[in-house]
């Protein structure tokens, strides 16, 4: 059973960090590129970050650019989002998913495995 596990979510003072991890199981992901979805109460999911299978290439929303760091070790099939200067407008479910190409695309079209979420909670 092909799984993605996400962890490291919790609630954290804004000004905060936390790192997020993207545990995969059932088969490699090494050559898929990977996301981090996140989706707040009432709104659409959103990218927030992206990186390709190798790594070499990244991609980050607006919001993310400067505060979060995505990546990944193909070794141990995991993929991670360091998340500084957390805001209280950061407050989401985060997902992890992998594409099924080894090039990423900023919808969430075209990512075919998905985790269940994370709770991330920034308080003011």
């Known amino acids: 059973q092909v799984q993605l596990v996400e962890s490291g979510g919790g609630l954290v003072q804004a000004g905060g960090s936390l790192r997020l991890s993207c545990a995969a199981s059932g088969r490699t992901f090494s050559s898929n590129a990977m996301g981090w979805f996140r989706q707040a109460p009432g709104k659409e999911r959103e990218i927030v970050a992206a990186?390709?299978?190798?790594?070499?290439?990244?991609y980050y929303a607006a919001a993310a650019k400067r505060r979060f760091t995505i990546s990944r070790d193909n070794a141990k099939n995991t993929v991670l989002l360091q998340m500084n200067s957390l805001k209280p407008e950061d407050t989401a479910v985060y997902y992890c998913?992998?594409?099924?190409?080894?090039?990423?695309?900023?919808?969430?079209?075209?990512?075919?495995?998905w985790g269940q979420g994370t709770q991330v909670t920034v308080s003011s």
């Open positions: 990186i390709s299978w190798s790594g070499s290439s990244t």
């Open positions: 998913a992998a594409h099924a190409s080894t090039v990423f695309t900023i919808t969430p079209d075209g990512y075919n495995y």
